[in-house]
């Protein structure tokens, strides 16, 4: 699978639900959940979706805040594994309720 250019990746995050950003070779969401264990119920419910396409995040959990970050480590960039699997969280993050950190929680 490609890397994307600049034009598809900017596309492609404007499909996302999500407010992902762009981070050079990878992007990125921060969400917020009620509490701790809220956040660990969704990281696995994430892993579970990432072992299912061999594509995996790199997590960060701080609390009630994770942060994910997408890039496809084998090609050293952005391609359709990061913006597919961005979409996944996506529906995950909103049926557990997450909110964009920018929502103040
Ligand atoms: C062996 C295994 O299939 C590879 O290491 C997969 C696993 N998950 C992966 N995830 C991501 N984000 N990038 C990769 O290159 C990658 N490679």
Redesign the pocket.
């Known amino acids: 699978m490609p890397l994307l250019e600049d034009k598809q990746i900017t596309a492609g995050l404007e499909e996302l639900p999500g407010d992902w950003a762009r981070e050079g070779a990878a992007i990125s969401r921060t969400v917020a959940l009620d509490d701790f264990m809220a956040a660990i119920h969704l990281v696995t419910e994430v892993a579970r979706a ?1 072992e299912e396409i ?4 790199d997590i960060d959990i701080r609390y009630n805040r994770i942060r994910f970050r ?6 050293g960039g952005i391609t359709e ?2 913006l597919n699997l961005a979409a996944r969280i996506d529906r995950l993050a909103a049926k557990a309720g997450a909110v964009g950190a920018a929502g103040g929680r």
Request: glycine share 0%.
């Open positions: 990432a061999n594509h995996h995040p997408l890039s496809s480590h084998d090609l594994r990061d």
